[in-house]
């Protein structure tokens, strides 16, 4: 009878064990405090969410307006377009830009050199693009960009500092470029130079107009586009019939004969 009762009371424990826990929901709960550690993370992860929420603002903001960039490429990713990075406009995402100018463009050998590039943001999709600008983009290479912002380029042109147009002119003889600098020397209304930029071994870089222009300062900052050729005053005559003064005529082949010049088509301050 005794070992009975001892069953009973060992069950009846047994149930109090298993049926207590069940019950002690209902009371309050210690709560373990979040470590250092755990805390930092969670910081981290409400800053990162915060500034990817601000980026796409951003980005949504840009599109189907027109941009002008100047910065390095950095993968080439099909036969017309390459990707590029810019801070002020799209906070160092990497942004896909589609060559629409009509013409081939070469990417340059080194990334170091900066490209200036004009042209509508849209979401990347392939077909509509492929119809607005008369394209033919292949599905293979565009497969990761799905709706994701672009660059719809209509002006591709290398943008090279002064002193390294006057350090290595041969490697840009006859390309589209737009240069940016402050302005050194004024020859006259059509002729004057743009700083090297302290380029070691560099010279200042000659603009010349082939229309007289708004008159510059000097230390003003413009950028000119046009294309860069070894200053030969009868070539140049013939190519862009070009009347000038012959006190300035004497004086440029005096001083810069077979250097290069760039030869511009338009100016923005």
Known sequence: ?????????????????IILPACSYDQPQ??????PE???NQVSREIVDSQIEEVTDKTDKLIGKSVTITTQPIRLIGPTSFTVN?????????????NAT???????????????????VRRFDLAQINQDYKLDLQTDYYRDYDDQPVIVAKSLALSPNPGELTTNP???????LTVTGKVANINSAIAYTLDENKLLGGEDLLILHTKPQAKVKPG?????????????????ERDYNLTWDLNLR????AKYRNKPVLVVTNVAP
């Open 102 to 120: 009509g013409q081939p463009f070469t990417l340059p050998s080194t990334n170091n050199i900066p490209i200036q590039i004009t042209g509508q």
């Open 220 to 236: 003003e900052q413009i950028s000119v586009s046009g294309v860069l050729r070894p200053l030969v005053i009868t070539e140049l």
């Open 250 to 253: 004497k004086q440029l082949e």
């Open 86 to 98: 810019d801070k002020e406009l799209f906070d160092n995402q990497n942004i896909l830009v589609i």
């Open 38 to 40: 755990q805390q930092r």
């Open 170 to 176: 041969n490697a840009y003889y006859g390309k589209k």
């Open 1 to 17: 009878m005794q070992k009975l009762q001892q069953k009973k009371g060992a069950i009846a424990i047994g149930l109090m064990a």
């Open 30 to 35: 210690a709560i373990t405090p979040a470590t």
